[in-house]
């Protein structure tokens, strides 16, 4: 879905977003209460200036208006694959964007992520994996890595790489294996304003997401392991 479409649907014409290039911030009223939007468009790619941005109007928000909750918009192909970006830090920008992200979460903010296009590798999981919670259009497209990409990473053949995928959401691309492995709680399907009211209610303040993928298939090992390395800790 275009993102100013999604925009009227959610809040109305005259919403207040704003677009500069593939950058995507703005203030608005939902259910008659503050809103800060934060995203990108046009399956951007997050380079050094494009995650200092977002991470400045999260900084903004936290510093002007305490406990105002914050919507994440994300359509990206993944970090910026430029030369320019690695030299000046990359990581580090991505990373500063991340904590951010965290830091309004431990200050009391909703961070909601809503992956409406495309979500792909480090864009993905510096935004919308670090909020409280994490949804999806159905049409959306989410993954990682192809299989054949996964292939000459790992060395392991794409014919057994793609048999994998079939039985297990780990090795395969879509929005609804990420349901299933709890990256996304849910879909918003139907009324998307009642789906937003919905996500704003329910954002759950602790990570959900090995429990989630635990109970709907998706990663049957995770939360214990997880649980193992609290209990060592």
């Known amino acids: 879905m275009e993102w100013k479409t999604l925009a009227a649907a959610l809040f109305g014409h005259?919403?207040?977003?704003?677009?500069?290039?593939?950058?995507?911030?703005g203030t608005v009223r939902f259910d008659g209460e503050p809103l800060t939007v934060i995203g990108t468009t046009n399956h951007a790619p997050i380079g050094v200036r494009l995650a200092l941005a977002q991470a400045r109007v999260v900084l903004d928000t936290m510093a002007r208006h305490p406990g105002r909750p914050m919507l994440l918009l994300i359509d990206t192909q993944g970090q910026?694959?430029?030369?320019?970006?690695?030299?000046?830090?990359?990581?580090?920008?991505?990373?500063?964007?991340?904590?951010?992200?965290?830091?309004?979460?431990?200050?009391?903010?909703?961070?909601?992520?809503?992956?409406y296009d495309q979500a792909l590798s480090g864009g993905f999981i510096t935004s919308?994996?670090?909020?409280?919670?994490?949804?999806?259009?159905?049409?959306?497209?989410?993954?990682?890595?192809?299989?054949p990409a996964m292939a000459r990473v790992t060395k392991l053949p794409e014919a057994m790489l793609?048999?994998?995928?079939?039985?297990?959401?780990v090795f395969a691309p879509?929005?609804?294996?990420?349901?299933?492995?709890?990256?996304?709680?849910?879909?918003?399907?139907?009324?998307?304003?009642?789906?937003?009211?919905?996500?704003?209610?329910?954002?759950?303040?602790?990570?959900?997401?090995?429990?989630?993928?635990?109970?709907?298939?998706?990663?049957?090992?995770?939360?214990?392991?997880?649980?193992?390395?609290?209990?060592?800790?």
Not at 14 to 25: C, P, S
Not at 91 to 106: E, F, K, P, S, V
Not at 129 to 141: F, Q, R, S, V, W
């Open 80 to 115: 910026q694959l430029r030369r320019r970006d690695e030299l000046i830090g990359i990581n580090r920008a991505m990373a500063h964007l991340g904590m951010a992200i965290d830091l309004a979460r431990r200050r009391g903010h909703r961070v909601l992520g809503l992956v």
């Open 14 to 25: 005259g919403h207040g977003i704003e677009q500069d290039g593939d950058f995507l911030r």
């Open 174 to 233: 879509g929005v609804a294996n990420y349901v299933a492995m709890g990256g996304v709680r849910k879909l918003w399907e139907g009324d998307l304003q009642a789906a937003l009211r919905s996500a704003l209610a329910q954002a759950p303040v602790d990570d959900r997401r090995a429990a989630d993928g635990r109970a709907r298939g998706g990663r049957l090992r995770a939360a214990e392991v997880v649980q193992r390395v609290l209990d060592a800790a």
């Open 162 to 169: 793609d048999a994998l995928s079939r039985s297990n959401p």
């Open 128 to 147: 919308g994996l670090i909020a409280d919670a994490c949804d999806a259009l159905p049409e959306a497209e989410i993954r990682v890595m192809r299989i």
